[in-house]
């Protein structure tokens, strides 16, 4: 198994191929707004044939719950699963065939879909997908980072985590933003996934429906999973 970086040709992120070279790690470069594309080439140049994509606007990622969504993929017989959406925007992991991921990059054709990268595979009705679903419905945390805000709570859980090392979880930010609600407040009006609603709003009409499929796609799939969650949270400000 390898790390493969997936960025674009873009002169800002020659940083990140610095980074990627620094650290021993492959990388690919390609178009910035065709992310379907980008994905695809990258996993075609190096023969990969199982995707674990995680996005690094994700800094708050579970390993536990990445380990989870990627056993259940291994262990049914699935062309994609993922954790979305009951999880926190920001916890998203998804695993998928290349095979899945070829057929995507061949059919897909809405400004979305290229750029969204899994939409075609979850809203074709082509693949057999899974959604693990955790037992409470966390999906109004914004833990990804899109705003200042978002930058800003991240670092704030950071700063309460530090004493955990490098790596922590779910349940510990859970726990921490229950000791110190106040943190929510910090990017309380950030809205998760806005970007992807954005990306639906500007798509031709032909996918007025999509996001309300993808809804029953998910819903008719989501099977409770052993997340390590305990407690139920209010929303950010209540």
């Not at 190096?46 to 606007?57: A, C, H, K, M, N």
């Not at 993929?73 to 009951?86: D, E, F, I, M």
């Not at 966390?138 to 490098?166: C, N, P, R």
């Amino acid at each position: 198994e390898d790390v493969i970086i997936a960025t674009t040709t873009k002169d800002q992120d020659d940083v990140l191929v610095e980074v990627a070279q620094r650290l021993g790690l492959k990388y690919y470069r390609g178009s910035e707004q065709d992310v379907l594309d980008r994905v695809y080439q990258a996993a075609q140049h190096y023969g990969v044939e199982l995707i674990v994509r995680v996005t690094p606007d994700c800094p708050l990622l579970d390993p536990q719950v990445t380990d989870e969504v990627i056993d259940t993929y291994l262990a049914g017989k699935y062309n994609y699963a993922t954790n979305t959406p009951s999880c926190p925007d920001g916890l998203d992991v998804e695993v998928f065939s290349f095979k899945a991921l070829e057929r995507a990059w061949q059919q897909a054709q809405l400004p979305s879909e290229r750029e969204h990268v899994t939409d075609y595979i979850l809203n074709s009705g082509e693949f057999r997908t899974f959604n693990l679903v955790s037992p409470d419905d966390l999906s109004h945390f914004k833990w990804s980072i899109d705003t200042a805000d978002d930058m800003a709570f991240v670092k704030a859980v950071y700063e309460k985590l530090q004493d955990k090392g490098d790596i922590f979880y779910l349940q510990d930010v859970l726990d921490t933003l229950k000791q110190y609600p106040e943190l929510m407040r910090i990017n309380e009006k950030s809205v998760p996934n806005q970007g992807y609603y954005k990306s639906i709003a500007s798509d031709p009409p032909i996918a007025a429906g999509k996001l309300e499929m993808s809804r029953r796609t998910q819903s008719s799939v989501g099977l409770t999973s052993s997340f390590p969650v305990s407690e139920r949270f209010p929303a950010a400000g209540q």
